[in-house]
């Protein structure tokens, strides 16, 4: 069974090994010694093994794995701990209660203004048309045109302020983007932590196992389609022999107990 967690390892830090490592298989044709590669072990096999061995090799690191941690943990203490991220969050409700605000009379006021529309010149023609006609209706033709001019008006508004929103929130989001910047402290630790997860631990890993694989005793190389011959890697069943023939040593010696049966007498001892 191969053990594919890594109890000294964070979850959010596990794939930043699967990372490293997939980049050290990947270069290997730029590091002398990982040149072997494919001869006895292809990538698949190594990559298997390393992955087993997940644990020991981050063990390699433990220090400066600690020292990255710790950065992290401190630095988002800070960020909790600080006032301006529960105002900047307010601030942030309040803009977009403004924008929902904004969004729903833009959508509104040319619909309630064409609808008007609509209605006072239904009307007003309607009206034009009997004889004779009444003195209102040229006044509900002339309320139904400014409606119209008010139904412009509005989609000009709702699409002009559409506009200046959507360039607003891309402002926002690029300044919000730039305003996070990663500290220059935890970047130095996460770089440290990184290169020597890779020099003292995966990269020895895979040396030895390339140069000699029964020294990589423990990991087993599951066997891949192609891959011919899986060399020993130090892993050997148990001795399990099956007891000898009889005639084999000798056996110990084994005798039923002795019982024997109480003195019956015979019919001429019968009772008197």
Do not use: C
């Amino acid at each position: 069974m191969h053990m594919t967690s890594a109890p000294h390892l964070l979850t959010e830090d596990r794939p930043e090994f699967d990372r490293l490592l997939d980049e050290a298989l990947r270069t290997a044709d730029e590091r002398p010694e990982l040149a072997t590669l494919g001869e006895r072990l292809n990538a698949e096999q190594l990559r298997t093994m390393a992955l087993s061995a997940r644990a020991l090799l981050s063990a390699a690191a433990a220090a400066e794995y600690d020292h990255f941690v710790k950065v992290r943990e401190e630095l988002r203490d800070v960020a909790l701990s600080t006032p301006s991220g529960a105002a900047e969050n307010d601030s942030g409700q309040d803009e977009d209660d403004g924008a929902g605000a904004f969004a729903v009379v833009a959508v509104l006021a040319p619909v309630l203004a064409g609808t008007a529309m609509l209605i006072f010149l239904l009307v007003g023609y309607s009206l034009k048309m009997i004889d004779p006609e009444p003195a209102f209706a040229r006044t509900m033709v002339t309320a139904g045109w400014l409606f119209g001019a008010l139904t412009v008006a509005a989609l000009l508004f709702a699409v002009v302020g559409l506009l200046v929103a959507a360039v607003r929130n891309s402002s926002t989001e690029v300044a919000a983007e730039e305003s996070v910047p990663v500290p220059d402290e935890l970047s130095r630790a996460r770089e440290a932590w990184r290169n020597a997860l890779l020099e003292r631990g995966i990269m020895p890993f895979l040396r030895d196992a390339l140069a000699d694989p029964s020294a990589v005793s423990g990991y087993p190389v599951p066997r891949t389609p192609g891959a011919g011959r899986i060399p020993d890697l130090g892993y050997t069943r148990p001795d399990f022999t099956s007891p000898g023939a009889p005639s084999q040593g000798t056996r110990p010696g084994y005798s039923s107990p002795d019982f024997t049966s109480p003195d019956f007498g015979g019919p001429e001892t019968g009772p008197e």
